[in-house]
């Protein structure tokens, strides 16, 4: 397990918290067990593409790395967080980690078939600096899974930070991502994927070298 950690905006609410054991079923609460929608949704897609390179961008539990190999032992999946007890934790279990800032990682350019995340983008300042981190690390696919969906209402949209938990939840403008993407020199195309009422997925097919 490496231990890279080098950082812009420093995620300590995780660290702070994931040592509760009594924190682990509200954190499963919110994420969801291996059977949610959205993850069965991404394996499936996996699946469909013939994905067999992955990084699990700030991957929590890892929920997805066991039926994911199971499904198909090729499979090589690296979960990556800024947790130290998630670390630890999916290690012990056999998952491979690496210890990282998700906006700076330590992988050279184009180096994961697929670059993934769910649910992280809207606890980051930006989503700029973590999609622009991940499309680098790819040479494939990229994909977010976002639990607050962006908006194309004003009134919606919202950098929302509370001090206390040094944590974000943003409403973030769809537009402004879209526009990040046609931009982007290595971004090919992309497109919405609206999994249910609460979650949909940004899908990003980059320039292969």
Same mark, same amino acid.
């Given at each position: ?25 509200? #954190?499963?609460?919110?994420? !969801? ?24 961008? !700030? ?8 039926? +994911? ?9 690296? !979960? ?18 690496? +210890?990282?800032?998700?906006?700076? *990682?330590? #992988? ?22 973590? +999609? ?12 977010? =899974? #976002? ?53 949909? *997925? +940004? #899908?990003?097919?980059?320039? =292969?070298?």
């Amino acid at each position: 397990m490496e231990n890279i950690m080098k950082k812009k905006f420093e995620q300590t609410y995780w660290n702070a918290t994931m040592h509760q054991t009594d924190f682990h079923k509200q #954190f499963v609460d919110w994420v !969801g067990e291996a059977d949610a929608e959205s993850k069965v949704f991404f394996r499936n897609l996996v699946e469909e593409k013939n994905i067999e390179n992955i990084l699990d961008v !700030g991957c929590g539990f890892a929920a997805d790395y066991k039926p +994911l190999i199971e499904k198909n032992p090729n499979v090589k999946y690296v !979960g990556l967080d800024s947790c130290v007890h998630l670390i630890d934790r999916n290690s012990s279990q056999g998952v491979p980690m690496i +210890l990282s800032d998700a906006t700076e *990682m330590p #992988f050279d350019d184009s180096t994961y078939e697929l670059v993934y995340s769910r649910h992280t983008f809207e606890h980051q300042p930006t989503f700029e600096h973590i +999609l622009d981190e991940m499309i680098r690390v790819s040479n494939n696919y990229v994909a977010h =899974t #976002f639990f607050i969906k962006p908006s194309t209402d004003s009134d919606v949209i919202e950098i929302k930070y509370t001090q206390h938990d040094n944590l974000h939840h943003n409403t973030y403008d769809r537009n402004e991502i879209e526009k990040f993407c046609s931009d982007h020199p290595k971004v090919r195309s992309f497109e919405w994927f609206d999994i249910n009422k609460d979650e949909e *997925m +940004l #899908f990003i097919k980059v320039e =292969t070298e």
